[in-house]
């Protein structure tokens, strides 16, 4: 007699604890409207990142830095209207947090109460574990990011691999663990060499996300448009394309366009 486990209901942080103890890789995937994040959530994504990347790809900004918090919110608000299943996870946007402990604990507490999000991502190390420990007070999940941090670009001047060298990856392994001390229940480890991102999950308990970090980590992240193809100008070798939505959609778009050019729409069977 087969026994069948009961699906969960709703992804917490508890059970993402839970699937790195057993070691069950961990899916997560952006999304910034309804209309998708639907699409994903019935897909059986673990975790939706409502990702500042949305000032890329929904804005056509080049950068993350330019979207606000209320932007951040608004995006937010949507994807939590169509989620039943996965946890949503939420950038706090730079400038909204960066400046002392106490705006980043009011970006957060603005970000819950007002979107509905159940937890919230902060950029860098040792040098927000202050607001991370405020954030956690107030009893707001938090999420980490190290590595490449995209807030920080202009900093770095660059978007190739981080922490080659030794020292920065030993700095890297200690803001991990302090991230984990401080009380975060994941971190995301952006584009690192896969080794780096081994020992860091070997190292610390909780979860540790991956975005060009290899594959010995505990679960991966995407960009949800990146990965349906439907931006094509980010290219980086991390990337895999499981379709290439910007063909179709093109190709239904002109042949809608030509259909009402030649009158063939709508057709006897689509009027009243």
Known sequence: MSVHKKPIKKIT???????????EKISMLTAYDFSMAKLVDASGVDVILVGDSASNVMAGHETTLPITLDQMIYHASAVVRAVERALVVVDIPFGSYQGNSSEALRSSIRIMKESGGHAVKMEGGAEIQESIKRILSAGIPVMGHLGLTPQS???FGTYTVRAKEEAEAEKLIEDAKILEECGCFSIVLEKIP???AKRVA????????GIGAGPYVDGQVLVLHDLLGITTEFKPRFLRHYARLDTVITEAIGKYVEDVKNIEFPNEDEMY
């Open 13 to 23: 942080t508890h059970q993402l604890q839970e699937m790195k103890n057993r070691g």
């Open 194 to 196: 896969a080794d780096l």
């Open 202 to 209: 070997e190292e610390v308990n909780i979860p540790i996300i």
């Open 153 to 155: 670009i202009y900093k």
